[in-house]
């Protein structure tokens, strides 16, 4: 085990790298530049020379790149377009943002197991059916329509929670837990409702195997079946689930983040993109590539471990889907 | 003239950047402050730096914290710390105000301006200040504690304007601004507690020299999304949300004691699209003549500003001093236009529309353009790209028109913008004359004078389609009273605010 994550690390780490130089190569292929995003209107020839000049920006791709992950190793994301260092930006950010997320996930593993099973466990049934049409909905609506509804609903209409997430200064988003209820509430019911899903349909083909109606028919208690013949079925596929449905958050609370003003990642993504300020969304890019890597194989090795002919067996496991 | 302008600057005319929103505390009444909320974008990027700073809450909070030597007010200057400007031979002398005091209690002296000119020209600075062409910040000197004499690098003929449009904060001799410290001014609001990108708490500063604020505390919030500062306001979270999109204003204010604000006329945006002639077939002023009449102006206004504006006059500079609102744009007239166009040889030329996002509605008024210039049977094509490759010189060169947004800034500032950028400039004899001539006297007839030739010969020859004057509306509650607009309704001067 300790093995297969020392390699799957390796492969993280090899992934990185190949991610970091094509975001940088890539960018760096698009037209305009930071000179160009810095200098706007006042962009004259001789003055672009001069600042690509002090930015170091007219050598060669390739030198630039080992400056920057040379930086990035030693911590320094580097100098925001505006002249502000990019620590400084994301600061709080990320962890707002992965406060946002971790905490959707927690609240999303017991919801989705639930629900899951209460509607899987009589496959065909009307509530079977109320689930799919439910999750169905919420898993093709946009995330930010589904705020837009919560807002409208909650803050606007009931008014017993806050249209926007502000967050004093000093404060943290645990300060003021209302401001968090909307958005969790809005990424969980998209994300929740993919999880119900997946886990709905295991439940029910798992509740029609041959070894459940054989205890089923042995007069086992309706308890027991599923603690002994239906969990142990579902619970690697929920697991996995629930680990990609975690990565996805990473970057995926972008959008909801937005609506609520919340203060995470997602203004200064948004904001990066739309400036050009290019050293923020690199670096940006990075630490979501980060944490989609650690995620997944988060995934694998909890896959491996919750599966009992994964975990003893010497040929590799499975690919993650999605 | 030449008065190249950096992004921070264009994004400040253009009004673009993180939205803001207030929330103010009254006078005695410790639990309503107004809570103002701000129009969007690089809110996390945001400065304590008057000189770095660049989004309307920026703006806004500095502009309470910090004061400026003049300020813009119903397009003319307003003495602040200085109280006038005495003409001298290449040179001008500042007289500054008496007992004004730092929030630190320190009297403010020539020191501090003579310290915030070498500041602005530092080549730190991460773009050169426009006040860096105009002026010998290196041979300043401070005759005394209230005055400075100021050696100039070409004639200024209004220094005051000039400082004005700058639009110079003045900070404490020796300020530096580290990320994660505060900021010293001579405003009426202290910097409380701030989180760039979140909320910026400003604390009545009693002793300020234009007299006490009103309101005990004032809470600048930066919201990012147009929706999100409606909500705050609706919801109760805040008092004002400048920069409202026009879709959300036709939904009305959404309360009894809401109400939905326009800046007035005067604050209005030029939206309009520049002709490039250096090339083909805009060269030929017949050519940029006969789309001046193509143009149809009120369909733009409707459609684009859902008629929250009207149309424009051909001429940017609505609003300031010298506008010469007198010209009217062509009529429409497709047949002339068609005619024009046959003598120019310019009948079938490809025209590439340029846009960028970086004021609302800019691309969809290209759009609606280009089919305007398609249904009179033009070879017209939309160029839209990202806000960060917009002006990219070569690209620029290379594009027939592109679209152009303007807030009401004094014309120094609208002609040395144009003129800044040899795609967007008019290269005519007597215009560059008579703009020189409206920089450098110092007579005020003259000046006058100029200016009115100057748009002259933009509406006779010129290159300009300015076909909107776009509103610019708040929300606010009924109760939230003095505030002003100085440099732009986007971003207001929250000094006089309070709740009535």
Redesign the interface.
């Known amino acids: 085990m300790i093995r297969l994550v020392a390699g799957r690390l390796a492969t993280g780490a090899a992934l990185l790298v190949l991610l970091s130089l094509l975001v940088f190569v890539g960018v760096d292929l698009?037209?305009?530049d930071a000179a160009?995003?810095?200098?706007?209107?006042?962009?004259?020839?001789a003055?672009?020379a001069e600042t690509r000049q002090r930015l170091g920006l007219d050598r060669p791709v390739l030198v630039r790149y080992a400056d920057w992950a040379g930086g990035l190793l030693r911590g320094d994301l580097g100098t925001?377009?505006?002249?502000?260092?990019v620590s400084?930006?994301?600061g709080g950010?990320v962890a707002n943002s992965a406060l946002l997320a971790g905490l959707t996930t927690i609240l999303l593993v017991p919801i989705s197991l639930v629900v899951g099973m209460w509607a899987g466990l009589r496959p065909g049934s009307r509530r079977d059916r109320g689930v799919a049409v439910a999750s169905l909905l919420f898993v093709a609506a946009p995330e930010f329509v589904t705020a837009?509804l919560l807002?409208l609903v909650f803050?606007?209409g009931l008014?017993v929670l806050?249209?926007?997430s502000?967050?004093?200064?000093?404060a943290g988003p645990l300060d003021r837990p209302a401001a968090l209820v909307l958005p969790v509430l809005a990424l969980l019911l998209l994300h929740a409702s993919y999880a119900v899903r997946m886990i709905r349909a295991t439940i029910a083909a798992t509740v029609r195997a041959p070894h459940v109606e054989f205890a089923r028919l042995n007069g086992e208690p309706p308890r027991d079946v599923v603690r002994h013949a239906v969990l142990p079925a579902v619970l690697p596929v929920a697991l996995q689930v629930w680990l990609l449905t975690a990565a996805a958050l990473v970057g995926g609370t972008v959008l909801v983040e937005?609506?609520?003003?919340y203060?995470g990642i997602g203004?200064?993504l948004?904001?990066a993109v739309?400036?050009?300020?290019l050293p923020?969304a690199q670096a940006l890019v990075m630490v979501l590539g980060a944490g989609v890597v650690v995620a997944l194989l988060a995934a694998d090795v909890g896959v491996r471990l919750s599966t009992p002919t994964l975990r003893t067996a010497e040929q590799p496991a499975p690919v993650a889907f999605r | 003239m030449s008065r190249a302008l950096s992004r921070r600057q264009l994004l400040r005319y253009a009004g673009v950047g993180a939205g803001l929103a207030a929330a103010v505390t009254a006078c005695g009444s410790p639990a309503s402050a107004p809570t103002v909320v701000g129009s969007g974008g690089g809110g996390a990027a945001e400065s304590l730096d008057p000189f770095i700073s660049g989004t309307p809450s920026d703006y806004a909070r500095n502009w309470t914290v910090f004061d400026e030597l003049f300020a813009i007010s119903d397009g003319n200057p307003l003495p602040r710390l200085a109280v006038g400007v005495d003409q001298g031979d290449g040179a001008f002398t500042v007289r500054l105000r008496d007992g004004v005091t730092w929030h630190d209690g320190s009297p403010f002296v020539a020191d501090d301006v003579a310290y915030t000119l070498r500041y602005l020209a530092s080549p730190e600075r991460p773009v050169p200040h426009e006040l860096t062409g105009f002026l010998d910040t290196a041979q300043v000197q401070v005759r005394d504690p209230r005055t400075i004499t100021i050696p100039t690098l070409q004639p200024v003929g209004d220094p005051a304007m000039l400082f004005a449009g700058a639009g110079m904060r003045v900070i404490k001799d020796g300020a530096t601004f580290a990320p994660g410290g505060t900021a010293v001014g001579t405003g009426p609001y202290r910097l409380g507690a701030f989180e760039p990108g979140r909320q910026a708490r400003l604390t009545r500063y009693d002793a300020h020299w234009d007299g006490a604020p009103f309101a005990d505390e004032i809470v600048v919030i930066s919201l990012d999304d147009p929706s999100a500062r409606v909500n705050a306001v609706r919801t109760g979270e805040a008092d004002y949300a400048a920069d409202v999109p026009f879709t959300v204003a036709r939904t009305g204010a959404g309360g009894d004691d809401l109400e939905v604000r326009s800046a007035g006329d005067t604050q209005r945006t030029s939206l309009g699209f520049v002709m490039n002639t250096t090339i083909r077939p805009f060269d030929d002023p017949r050519a940029r003549r006969a789309v001046r009449m193509l143009v149809d102006r009120q369909a733009l206004v409707d459609r684009v500003l859902l008629g929250y504006g009207v149309t424009g006059n051909d001429l940017f500079g609505h609003g300031a001093r010298y506008f010469d609102d007198t010209v009217k744009a062509p009529a429409t007239d497709v047949a002339g236009a068609k005619a024009l166009l046959e003598q120019a040889g310019a009948v079938g030329a490809p025209l590439v529309v340029r846009s960028a996002e970086y004021e609302a509605g800019m691309n969809g008024s290209t759009e609606l353009f280009v089919e305007q210039l398609k249904a009179a049977g033009l070879d017209a094509r939309a160029e839209i790209v990202g806000v960060q490759e917009y002006f990219a010189p070569d690209a620029l060169a290379a594009t027939h028109l592109l679209t152009f947004p303007l807030g009401p800034f004094p014309l120094d500032v609208t002609y040395a913008r144009s003129a800044a950028f040899p795609t967007l400039a008019l290269n005519d004899a007597e215009l560059k004359t008579a703009v020189a001539t409206a920089f450098s006297t110092p007579d005020e007839a003259a000046r006058a004078a100029a200016w009115k030739t100057a748009q002259a010969v933009m509406a006779d020859r010129g290159n300009w389609i300015v076909w909107g004057l776009a509103d610019t509306l708040a929300i606010s509650r009924r109760n939230v009273a003095g505030i002003e607009v100085r440099d732009s309704a986007k971003y207001p001067y929250l000094g006089k605010a309070g709740l009535a």
């Open positions: 698009l037209p305009g160009n995003a810095r200098l706007g209107a006042s962009a004259t020839p003055r672009l925001s377009v505006s002249g502000t260092p400084a930006i994301l950010r837009g807002v803050a606007i008014g806050p249209a926007v502000l967050i004093p200064p000093g937005r609506v609520f003003g203060p203004e200064v948004v904001t739309r400036t050009g300020d923020v």
